[in-house]
């Protein structure tokens, strides 16, 4: 088996990104969830319907950076881009949010990102149109010691649930944001850029 050439697969993606086919891919995941959401909310009537989003890659764009960077992860780089909080809305999930704040349902973030970035990750998200939220969880120090982000995000929807939410979404751009349960449909973003396990 021959394995595909490192420079290759990356102009590969680039050219993905930009022919306009992943804004599409993703305009059509986020139509079904719409499509999903307007036919069941009204069996939801009366609970503490939910939908919870992922944000790098999902809510918020950060191929400036994964370019820039030629998707390599130099964390000095990536917590400057984060400071800056200019990262761009995902316009597929920006108008999934909005139809789900219009609806009622409690919005919620869940995203592997540390605490210690909860205040420009807000900014951010307001920045990039999505303006009122009911939740933004995020990992504490001690999570990120002890937790692969896949089994945080789990626990974290477990206690959602505990908490009388009935999240009918869960979007996300990793298998990871939507492994283990605690939803009544997961919808994946494509994204080629990296894996988060």
């Known amino acids: 088996m ?3 050439n490192l420079g290759v697969v990356k102009e590969q993606i680039k050219a993905y990104h930009d022919s306009g086919l992943y804004d ?3 305009k059509a995941v986020t139509d079904s969830a719409k499509q999903y959401l307007e036919e069941n909310l009204a069996r939801y009537q009366g609970q503490k319907a939910a939908i919870v989003f992922d944000i790098d890659e999902t809510t918020l764009s950060n191929w400036p950076i994964i370019l820039a960077q030629d998707f390599a992860f130099v964390y000095n780089e990536r917590q400057a881009w984060v400071a800056k909080a ?8 920006l108008e999934l ?8 349902l409690a919005i919620i973030f869940l995203t592997g990102r540390g605490d210690s970035e909860r205040t420009l990750t807000a900014l951010n998200l307001k920045r990039a149109g999505y303006t009122t939220f009911t939740e933004l969880i995020m990992m504490s120090p001690e999570q990120e010691k002890k937790l692969e982000v896949g089994e945080f995000k789990r626990l974290e929807r477990k ?4 908490q009388g939410y009935r999240i009918l979404i869960n979007i996300g751009d990793q298998a990871s ?3 283990g349960g ?4 997961t919808f994946k973003l494509p994204n080629p850029m990296y894996y988060v396990p």
């Open 2 to 4: 021959e394995i595909p």
């Open 24 to 26: 599409k891919e993703i």
């Open 86 to 93: 200019e990262a761009p809305a995902i316009q597929g999930s």
């Open 97 to 104: 949010y909005r139809l789900a704040r219009d609806k009622g």
């Open 159 to 162: 206690r959602l649930t505990a």
């Open 177 to 179: 944001d939507l492994a």
């Open 182 to 185: 605690y939803a009544e449909a």
